[in-house]
Nanobody, 128 residues
Framework: QVQLVESGGGLVQAGGSLRLSCAASGLERSFSRYAVAWFRQTPGSEREFIVAFTRSGAITGYADSVKGRFTISRDNAKNTIYLQMNSLKPEDADVYYC???????????????????WGHGTQVTVSS
């Protein structure tokens, strides 16, 4: 059973930075062959796509709301992806989720339904 565990969330002042991590275990194949993504969600709202690695290792475009401030990276040796978040704004406060799929196609990567595996989320709070 594939499991994803996010960490690194917390409270930060506006303008500050955080780095989120998502560690995968129980993988059915090499981690490098998974599409992996970051999403975020405010309670009562739709889960918002942020960015993803495709199954071939390319990076999709970032959501407009985070472009130029957030950066995704991965360490396949550690089965981990990261989300470096800089210049944080109060509106970035959300629960952040990582997701993975061994079958998702490129055109579906921005959609929640493309991913079979999800972490439980990590809370990011940004004070103004």
């Amino acid at each position: 059973q594939v499991q994803l565990v996010e960490s690194g969330g917390g409270l930060v002042q506006a303008g500050g930075s955080l780095r989120l991590s998502c560690a995968a275990s129980g993988l059915e194949r090499s981690f490098s062959r998974y599409a992996v993504a970051w999403f975020r969600q405010t309670p009562g709202s739709e889960r918002e796509f942020i960015v993803a690695f495709t199954r071939s290792g390319a990076i999709t475009g970032y959501a407009d709301s985070v472009k130029g401030r957030f950066t995704i990276s991965r360490d396949n040796a550690k089965n981990t992806i990261y989300l470096q978040m800089n210049s944080l704004k109060p509106e970035d406060a959300d629960v952040y989720y990582c997701a993975a799929s061994s079958t998702a196609i490129l055109s579906s990567l921005r959609t929640r339904g493309a991913y079979a595996y999800w972490g439980h989320g990590t809370q990011v709070t940004v004070s103004s």
